[in-house]
């Protein structure tokens, strides 16, 4: 059974960055993919970006030059490095694996951008 662990959250002022990490245990098929969704208080759960196993990236648009996702393979963990944070930003950030027709999540990590 895949476990996802999500890392890195915290508070950060406007303008400021963080490093989301999220580390996969279990079994990880060659052919996946990994992303990062956030919700708002609110809000629905959106996609923010993915990754695919052959590196493939896909941003939602308000996210685009500011946030970058990353992966590891052999430590099977993705990252999401987030640079000009906003208070928009603000949201529980969830970890995301599809492989074989399944989806796993995370717990989720709080992310607040305030002053």
């Known amino acids: 059974q895949v476990q996802l662990v999500e890392s890195g959250g915290g508070l950060v002022q406007p303008g400021g960055s963080l490093r989301l990490s999220c580390a996969a245990s279990?079994?990880?098929?060659?052919?996946?993919?990994m992303a990062w969704y956030r919700q708002a208080p609110g809000k629905q759960r959106e996609l923010v970006a993915r990754i695919d196993n052959n590196g493939f990236t896909d941003y939602r648009g308000s996210v685009k030059g500011r946030f970058t996702i990353s992966r590891d393979n052999a430590k099977k963990t993705v990252y999401l490095q987030m640079n000009s944070l906003t208070p928009e930003d603000t949201a529980l950030y969830y970890c995301n694996l599809f492989q074989s027709g399944v989806e796993t999540w995370g717990q989720g990590i709080q992310v607040t951008v305030s002053s």
């Open positions: 279990g079994t990880i098929f060659a052919i996946n993919t």
